[in-house]
């Protein structure tokens, strides 16, 4: 910690601008989801952090989302993960919404399917069984870091709000 403080300092110095990352709570996703406001969720992580995604796999496994979306998010009987369609956006903050929440409780916050897959069954909110902020964006680090579509769409269009 004092490493970074230090590094932090000596960038600042030099005339670096300083991007502070908020840090995951240990709220449920359910909470989070309902008390933020829309289009203001944002992944904490990145895919080009092997441990987090390395935890991010264990959870999604764990949380049994491969029995639908395939063990490397590449479908089944629910849509794929890793190509360029995202059903209702590929943002943050919408497939954390909907991870948490489910089709029909963001379906009523004003969310809708924006693109088609061939499988159109519904999302159902896993935002009990996931515990924490911090587990839901390991989860959707790991689903990034499977993304095998174009490098334009991997993050999808943010809602508007």
């Given at each position: 910690m004092l ?10 110095s ?11 709570s ?44 395939g ?9 794929p993960l ?7 956006g ?11 929440l ?60």
């Amino acid at each position: 910690m004092l490493k970074t403080v230090l590094a932090a300092a000596a960038a600042l110095s030099m005339g670096a601008t300083l991007v502070v990352a908020s840090e995951p709570s240990a709220k449920s996703p359910i909470e989070v989801a309902r008390s933020a406001e829309k289009g203001s969720l944002k992944n904490p992580y990145t895919d080009e952090n092997a441990e987090i995604v390395e935890q991010g796999k264990k959870l999604y496994f764990s949380k049994s989302c491969n029995g639908c979306h395939g063990g490397g998010g590449g479908g089944g009987m629910c849509p794929p993960l890793s190509n360029d369609v995202w059903i209702y956006g590929g943002d943050d903050d919408t497939l954390f919404r909907l991870i948490a929440l489910g089709t029909d409780e963001i379906s009523k916050d004003g969310y809708a399917r924006v693109r088609t897959e061939n499988v159109k069954g519904p999302m159902m909110q896993f935002g009990s069984l996931i515990k924490t902020e911090d587990d839901m964006w390991k989860i959707i680090t790991f689903i990034r870091s499977n993304y095998r579509g174009g490098e334009s769409n991997k993050y999808g269009t943010p809602p508007k709000p």
